[in-house]
């Protein structure tokens, strides 16, 4: 228990089909209010975490992206079914983005849909996972195949929770709220920036302060466009790349923030290829991402693979693979490539 908890503070409130959805700033101590009736998902990790009520009904998952499958969902479901939760009841997703999006996705199919609070203890979960009401589960070896929408109620956030991931878990968050500064917000790609010592060594105010805001940008986009029909698939900045370097090398190999940052400079690259992005803004990309630390090169898996996994991706569109390419910090175009481009961008240096 802490004498300087953080009183809980409203940070956005969204419209997501229909429902309303929170985002609150609480300190550890306040996570587990009102939530003792709930059946809580977490992890092995976060489940070693103070958070749950003592005595609460729980599903404590495998640690990492294995969780995110089928079994998962069933162990779920039978525990809801076994403590008897009806459609008064709720489920409270206790973890990082594998958690999150495994929990809201029994949610949403559990007597055709009960409430959800989500608890992001990642950073990649706070500022993307938790946010917007998507959920999935890998199948058939691809990255979240089957899912559905189905907004949090409530999402709560506590950086504090950060300070206990490792370096690379950490990084890992960190390459979607750069992600989130190239959509959409000019200051925060100047914090990253100017600011990276601080953001490395997880100090506020300016963790909070990146938290913050790319939590806002993905609110302003998925408000507009919750199914994802125009608008929101800017958010798969790096992502086409990204899952199919998962799917090739094998989910866990690397995270996904590293994925979405190799992606995001590979859509950096192809952009400059098929002359969407100016050599400056290219370079500006890499330059941060170099920053961070993040393995960017090419050649880090069989280009032929990647390129066949990018076919399933569920993202193409009559057949074509469509990629979200930046253009400038606030501007990107969601177009196909021809597979040639694409296959040269996997195997030459750039």
């Given at each position: 228990?802490?004498?300087?908890?953080?009183?809980?503070?409203?940070?956005?409130?969204?419209?997501?089909?229909?429902?309303?959805?929170?985002?609150?700033h609480s300190g550890v101590d306040e996570l587990a209010d009102g939530l003792s009736d709930a059946l809580w998902?977490?992890?092995?990790?976060?489940?070693?975490?103070?958070?749950?009520?003592?005595?609460?009904?729980?599903?404590?998952?495998?640690?990492?992206?294995?969780?995110?499958?089928?079994?998962?969902?069933?162990?779920?479901?039978?525990?809801?079914?076994?403590?008897?939760?009806?459609?008064?009841?709720?489920?409270?997703?206790?973890?990082?983005?594998?958690?999150?999006?495994?929990?809201?996705?029994?949610?949403?199919?559990?007597?055709?849909?009960?409430?959800?609070?989500?608890?992001?203890?990642?950073?990649?979960?706070?500022?993307?996972?938790?946010?917007?009401?998507?959920?999935?589960?890998?199948?058939?070896?691809?990255?979240?195949?089957?899912?559905?929408?189905?907004?949090?109620?409530?999402?709560?956030?506590?950086?504090?929770?950060?300070?206990?991931?490792?370096?690379?878990?950490?990084?890992?968050?960190?390459?979607?709220?750069?992600?989130?500064?190239?959509?959409?917000?000019?200051?925060?790609?100047?914090?990253?920036?100017?600011?990276?010592?601080?953001?490395?060594a997880r100090k506020n105010p300016v963790l909070s302060e990146v938290i913050r805001r790319s939590i806002l940008?993905?609110?302003?986009?998925?408000?507009?466009?919750?199914?994802?029909?125009?608008?929101?698939?800017?958010?798969?900045?790096?992502?086409?790349?990204?899952?199919?370097?998962?799917?090739?090398?094998?989910?866990?190999?690397?995270?996904?923030?590293?994925?979405?940052?190799?992606?995001?400079?590979?859509?950096?690259?192809?952009?400059?290829?098929?002359?969407?992005?100016?050599?400056?803004?290219?370079?500006?990309?890499?330059?941060?991402?170099?920053?961070?630390?993040?393995?960017?090169?090419?050649?880090?898996?069989?280009?032929?693979?990647?390129?066949?996994?990018?076919?399933?991706?569920?993202?193409?569109?009559?057949?074509?693979?469509?990629?979200?390419?930046?253009?400038?910090?606030?501007?990107?175009?969601?177009?196909?490539?021809?597979?040639?481009?694409?296959?040269?961008?996997?195997?030459?240096?750039?």
């Amino acid at each position: 228990m802490k004498d300087d908890a953080i009183e809980r503070t409203e940070w956005v409130r969204l419209t997501l089909g229909g429902s309303t959805s929170t985002v609150t700033h609480s300190g550890v101590d306040e996570l587990a209010d009102g939530l003792s009736d709930a059946l809580w998902v977490m992890d092995a990790n976060t489940d070693a975490i103070a958070g749950a009520p003592e005595g609460v009904p729980k599903v404590v998952l495998p640690v990492g992206e294995a969780a995110k499958s089928w079994p998962a969902v069933d162990r779920i479901l039978r525990a809801a079914v076994e403590r008897e939760i009806d459609r008064h009841g709720r489920f409270v997703g206790f973890g990082g983005g594998v958690v999150c999006d495994v929990a809201a996705f029994a949610a949403s199919v559990y007597l055709r849909g009960v409430a959800v609070t989500l608890i992001p203890t990642s950073l990649l979960a706070m500022v993307d996972a938790a946010i917007g009401g998507k959920t999935g589960v890998n199948f058939a070896g691809f990255k979240n195949m089957v899912g559905t929408f189905h907004a949090a109620d409530e999402v709560r956030i506590c950086e504090e929770t950060t300070h206990s991931l490792s370096e690379r878990e950490f990084r890992s968050g960190l390459a979607e709220a750069i992600k989130a500064a190239l959509l959409d917000d000019a200051e925060l790609l100047e914090i990253f920036e100017s600011h990276a010592e601080a953001i490395l060594a997880r100090k506020n105010p300016v963790l909070s302060e990146v938290i913050r805001r790319s939590i806002l940008v993905k609110a302003r986009v998925v408000e507009s466009d919750y199914r994802e029909g125009g608008r929101r698939a800017i958010l798969n900045l790096g992502h086409t790349f990204a899952h199919a370097l998962e799917s090739v090398a094998g989910f866990g190999e690397w995270t996904h923030g590293e994925a979405v940052a190799w992606g995001i400079a590979r859509a950096a690259r192809l952009g400059e290829a098929t002359g969407h992005t100016p050599a400056q803004h290219a370079e500006r990309i890499i330059s941060l991402l170099t920053r961070y630390g993040y393995r960017i090169e090419p050649g880090v898996a069989d280009p032929h693979a990647l390129l066949e996994a990018m076919r399933h991706d569920k993202k193409r569109a009559g057949g074509a693979i469509r990629f979200v390419i930046p253009c400038g910090v606030g501007e990107t175009v969601v177009e196909p490539v021809d597979e040639v481009t694409v296959l040269q961008g996997l195997v030459h240096p750039g």
